[in-house]
Structures are given as structure tokens and as C-alpha cells.
């Protein structure tokens, strides 16, 4: 028995797995894929992972008590499980999925399962069809970037989609919850490492491709066919695939639904122009409203998102809840309130300079985020931002352009520099924004950033203490000027050779914002 008191059938944990010979006759007491975990009695699922094979771990689960090893023929070291019970699989990744799903009491029957993927506006995405299924009564529950979350629950998000023994018994919770309706960020590593196994997706979701991730996948076809397999292996058969269709004819997008339907899969579009199955009409983007056609009716919608990005993520949950069977009406009242942590968000309603902050941890982010900014026409447009350590490097130039390009100052700055040397991420940074600068006279030369503030020129810096750079914007901001902190949303951390300290872009900005209006009340009253 485990701590909980629950012992189950070897047999009942593995029905539904592809098993290289019979099921031995066995009760056990737990499921586990890390062999410091096992409990006497458990079950030991050995899975290879992107930095270590479980397989070399079975002697320390066996020595550890563990009564049954499940592992992929063929990669037991010999003698290995000599002590406890061999059962051999063709996949122990999907095995591990299917046995958690078992072991929970397979929680997720009965409930409407949506997951959302693709490189940018997943969270927003989620936290759309969290209100949409709200409004129309459904309970609701989310696993996502910033928190997992149902009626009466909140918890802090270790990974935007965790393993299987983590999703299944967050699952079980919801179900004594009463949730009806799960809503699922769906990362291309979980789908590359097969962590929803055993999940079944009654809709699936694809926001749009543009790189990232690119230290784990390589290359851009491999990043890609890691969110293919969303809607090949983990949709089911008569689910539905919704993609936005940003228009291009060489996209991701139009690839992938190209291939879903030469595959027969039932798959639907939406966005602007004529020809796909959801049509956004009349669109406006500071905040997004446009009309959307639907083959159930047409629907106003509104919501106080803004850009022209929000306007295929709002279309994309709506045309989805509808896909689904929500009225077009309902679905747009759902959205009409929603707003997002960290995405875009306002910090300070009322104060000035307008300063705002943003996830946008890619080029493409980086650049729809600053280029909504831009159109607002501010005075000067300010961003702060940094890229991450031990993430894809070839990124951090492509940044540093992209905020040359769009910004008039730039303040480069640490993101979470993890074990890389912050200097060193913020030099390939800078060797972007020199690169668009073309061959002629530097356009953003590089200035000392509270001289560069005050002057009210156009430039950059480098500022590598995150605090420093986001006081020195906000404090020697001018009037009209605009800040964009972007780089972490709603993080509230930031993490420096393996340790993880307070800091939360939003509170930082407020109490600068805070200072500045103190400063300027004094400044009036020394006058008056």
C-alpha cells in the first residue's frame, strides 16, 4: 500500500498498452518515472528523456523496492530488474501516460477537452475560451503557462504542460471539482516527449509557428512537426482542428491545414479575407472588435485586447467554443471581459509614462508587441528586454533587430540569464541591433541609458541589472513616451545559476511609476 492507502491491479494499470507479452497477476502500490520516487511495491516506468534514460536507473527503483519495472524491449541492461517484475513495452513514454490515466480512474472521461499550441498565444488563447465556456455555464478548468486552475483553485504553473502522472492527478482534482470543460496549453516539447498520453482532445487549436525552442528542436521542420503531432496523434477522430489563418501562403498555418485535410481530418480556419470557414469582418485593433462569420450566424465581438494579434487570438477561441457547439453570441459575450497577466498589460492605468508589459520572448512576439505600441504613436518608444540563458541562442540577434527596427530606445537587459553569463547573452543581443543598422550611420547608437532618457534622442544601452534598466526608463522617461517590459509577463522571478529570486516586471515598474509621481507632487509643492 502507498501513503494514501491505495494498492491496484498490475493488469488494470496497463490495460490499454501495447505489452510485449502476457500481464502477470500483481498488485502494486504506486506509479512513478523517477527512480528516487518509487515506493515499495510501485511501479517503475523507465522513459527516455532529452537528458537521461530511465532505463540506466532500473537497478536503483528495483533496490529501492519497486515491485514492477515497465520498459521498452530491448533496453533493459542485463539483470537490471532481477528482483522485481519485467514488463516489456514498444513505448514506455505513452505506457506511463495511459497507466497514470488508469490509476486516476480515467478522469477525463465526460469532460470536453481543448488544447491550444503553437509559438505564440497559447495563454491568451486559454484564458479566451476559460471566459467563453464560463459564460456559458460550464465549470472550467486550465493547465497553462501561468497557473493550472479551476473553481476554487489556483496553483502556480511549474511547466506550461507537465508530465502525465502530474496532469492525471490534476485531472482526478478537477473531476471531484465539477469540471466539465479543460483547456490545455500544449507546449512542442510535452508533445515531442508524449506527456498528454493517454489524453484525447475533442478540439485542438493552432495559433501560428515562428521560432522558438529551437536549442531542443534543432530546426524549424522538426519545431513544426512536434506541433503537427497535436493533430495526428492526440485529436480525436471526430474532434476538430481550428487554425488561424494569418494569410500568407507559405505559413505554417496554411501548411498544417493542408495537411489535415488531405488527411481527412475535419478541420476548420479562421481569420480575415474571404475563402475559410470563419471569416473576420471589419476588424478594428486598439481594443479589438470585429464582426465574425460563422457557418451558425454572425457574431459581434469585442474585447479590451488590443492589436491585430488579438484579433486572430480572440477569432481563434471563438470560432473554436463554435466549432464546439456555443452560439456565436455566446462565445462573444465570453470574451468581452477577458484580460490576460502579463500580455500586453497595462501597469499603472493612470500614470504617465504609459508603461506596459509583455511575455514577448521571441522575435515575432517582439515585434507584433512593439509594433501595436508603435501605432499608438507615442513620443518615443521605449523597450526593455532581455533573452533567456541556456535557450535557443540564434534568437537573440534576431531580437535585437527586431527592436532596432520598430523602437527608438533600447535597453538591453538581463531576462533569466539561468547558468549563461549575462553579458554574454546581452553582447549577441546587441550584435543585432548593430546589424539594422545596415552598412549606413548607426541607427540606434549606443548612449549611457539615463542620458539617452533625458536627452530625448533615439538610441541604445546596455543595462544588465534588470531593476536598474526599468527605474532608469521609467524615471528619466519624458512626457508622450511609451515603455515596453518585455521578456517575462507575469514571472515572478528571475533565475541566476540555478537559484530563482523575487522579481515581478509589473511590481518593479509600479514602484519606479510610484517614485516619479512622489517626486513630481513635491516638485509642485516646492512651486506653489
Not at 498555418?253 to 471589419?282: P, T
Not at 466549432?323 to 493612470?350: H, I, K, N, Q, T
Amino acid at each position: 500500500m502507498n501513503a494514501a492507502g491505495n494498492a491496484y491491479s498490475l493488469a488494470s494499470l496497463l490495460h490499454g498498452v501495447e505489452c510485449c507479452g502476457p500481464v502477470p497477476g500483481l498488485t502494486v502500490t504506486g506509479l512513478s518515472d523517477d527512480s528516487r520516487a518509487v515506493v515499495p511495491g510501485g511501479v517503475f516506468v523507465a522513459v527516455r528523456g532529452s537528458r537521461v534514460d530511465g532505463h540506466e536507473h532500473i537497478r536503483e527503483a528495483v533496490r529501492r523496492g519497486c515491485g514492477c519495472v515497465v520498459a521498452e524491449r530491448g533496453r533493459v541492461p542485463a539483470g537490471a530488474a532481477d528482483g522485481a517484475v519485467l514488463v516489456e513495452v514498444n513505448d514506455s513514454r505513452r505506457a506511463l501516460g495511459i497507466m497514470a490515466r488508469n490509476m486516476h480512474g480515467r478522469p477525463d472521461a465526460g469532460m470536453t477537452l481543448v488544447a491550444v499550441t503553437g509559438t505564440n498565444g497559447k495563454t491568451t488563447v486559454s484564458y479566451l475560451l476559460e471566459g467563453i465556456f464560463a459564460a456559458c455555464g460550464h465549470r472550467v478548468g486550465v493547465l497553462g503557462t501561468i497557473s493550472w486552475r479551476w473553481p476554487g483553485e489556483t496553483l502556480s504553473a511549474r511547466l506550461t504542460t507537465p508530465g502525465p502522472l502530474e496532469i492525471f492527478s490534476l485531472l482526478a482534482r478537477m473531476r471531484d471539482a465539477g469540471v466539465t470543460h479543460l483547456v490545455m496549453e500544449v507546449s512542442s516539447h510535452a508533445l515531442d516527449q508524449d506527456r498528454v498520453a493517454g489524453l484525447g482532445f475533442d478540439a485542438a487549436l493552432f495559433t501560428n509557428l515562428s521560432r522558438d525552442h529551437l536549442d531542443y528542436h534543432q530546426d524549424m521542420e522538426s519545431y513544426y512537426q512536434a506541433k503537427k503531432k497535436l493533430f495526428t496523434a492526440y485529436l480525436k477522430d471526430d474532434g476538430c482542428a481550428v487554425i488561424c489563418r494569418p494569410g500568407e501562403d507559405d505559413s505554417a498555418s496554411v501548411r498544417l491545414f493542408r495537411e489535415l485535410a488531405a488527411g481527412g481530418a475535419r478541420v476548420f480556419s479562421c481569420g480575415r479575407g474571404d475563402g475559410g470557414d470563419f471569416v473576420v469582418r471589419d476588424a478594428r485593433t486598439a481594443p479589438v472588435e470585429f464582426t465574425l462569420e460563422t457557418p451558425a450566424g454572425r457574431a459581434l465581438c469585442r474585447s479590451p485586447l488590443v492589436g491585430g494579434f488579438n484579433v486572430e487570438n480572440v477569432a481563434l477561441a471563438c470560432s473554436a467554443a463554435v466549432c464546439l457547439g456555443a452560439d456565436p453570441a455566446e462565445a462573444a459575450r465570453g470574451v468581452a471581459g477577458v484580460r490576460v497577466p502579463g500580455r500586453l498589460e497595462r501597469v499603472g492605468s493612470d500614470a504617465e509614462p504609459s508603461v506596459y508589459v509583455d511575455y514577448a520572448h521571441t522575435p515575432g512576439a517582439l515585434a507584433r508587441v512593439l509594433g501595436v505600441l508603435a501605432a499608438s504613436e507615442p513620443r518615443r518608444l521605449v523597450v526593455v528586454f532581455g533573452c533567456g540563458g541556456n535557450r535557443d541562442r540564434g534568437k537573440r540577434r534576431l531580437m535585437g533587430a527586431a527592436a532596432a527596427r520598430i523602437a527608438d530606445v533600447v535597453a538591453v537587459t538581463s531576462d533569466n540569464p539561468r547558468d549563461e553569463d549575462p553579458a554574454v547573452i546581452a553582447a549577441e543581443v546587441e550584435e543585432g541591433i548593430r546589424e539594422a543598422a545596415g552598412s549606413g550611420p548607426a541607427r540606434l547608437p549606443r548612449m549611457e541609458l539615463a542620458r539617452l532618457m533625458r536627452s530625448g534622442a533615439r538610441g541604445y544601452d546596455v543595462v544588465l541589472s534588470r531593476e536598474e534598466a526599468i527605474a532608469t526608463v521609467i524615471t528619466e522617461a519624458r512626457s508622450g513616451d511609451v515603455i515596453a517590459i518585455c521578456g517575462k509577463g507575469h514571472e515572478d522571478y528571475q533565475e541566476v545559476r540555478g537559484q530563482r529570486s523575487f522579481f515581478d516586471d509589473r511590481e518593479v515598474a509600479r514602484r519606479f511609476l510610484a517614485g516619479r509621481e512622489a517626486a513630481r507632487t513635491r516638485r509642485a509643492g516646492a512651486v506653489s
